[in-house]
């Protein structure tokens, strides 16, 4: 499919553990974002294809993601879960117009964003 597609997401306790997962034809770049009620969007964290992450300092320690062997499912792992991390989690993919840029180029192809999933976390 062109258009990313999410799933995992729900309703959980505050301090548990939650894995979404997004399905989506191979790209350069992977990432997944957010948007929590009242709040703008924010980049949580990226994976690049050769295996570099970058993660947001409201996630790091607590957030993981990694892709399967054919970079076809992007998973990312929530511990410790908070309520601030209630929001909508889409995934986005795109390609870079060169490969040796990092993920936050602006040099980069079309992105190609999920529907996207609800996580709400409660304390």
């Known amino acids: 499919q062109v258009q990313p597609v999410e799933s995992g997401g729900g309703s959980v306790q505050a301090g548990g553990a939650l894995r979404l997962s997004c399905a989506a034809l191979?790209?350069?770049?992977m990432a997944w974002v957010r948007q929590g009620p009242g709040k703008e969007r924010e980049g949580v964290v990226t994976i690049k294809s050769d295996g570099s992450t970058s993660y947001a300092e409201s996630v790091k320690g607590r957030f993981t993601i990694f892709q399967d062997n054919t970079k076809e499912t992007l998973y990312r792992h929530m511990n410790n879960r908070k309520p601030e991390d209630t929001a909508m989690y889409y995934c986005v993919a795109w390609n870079l117009e060169t490969y040796s840029d990092s993920c936050a180029s602006a040099r980069s192809g079309k992105k190609y964003w999920g529907q996207g999933t609800q996580v709400t976390v409660s304390s």
């Open positions: 191979p790209r350069n770049c």
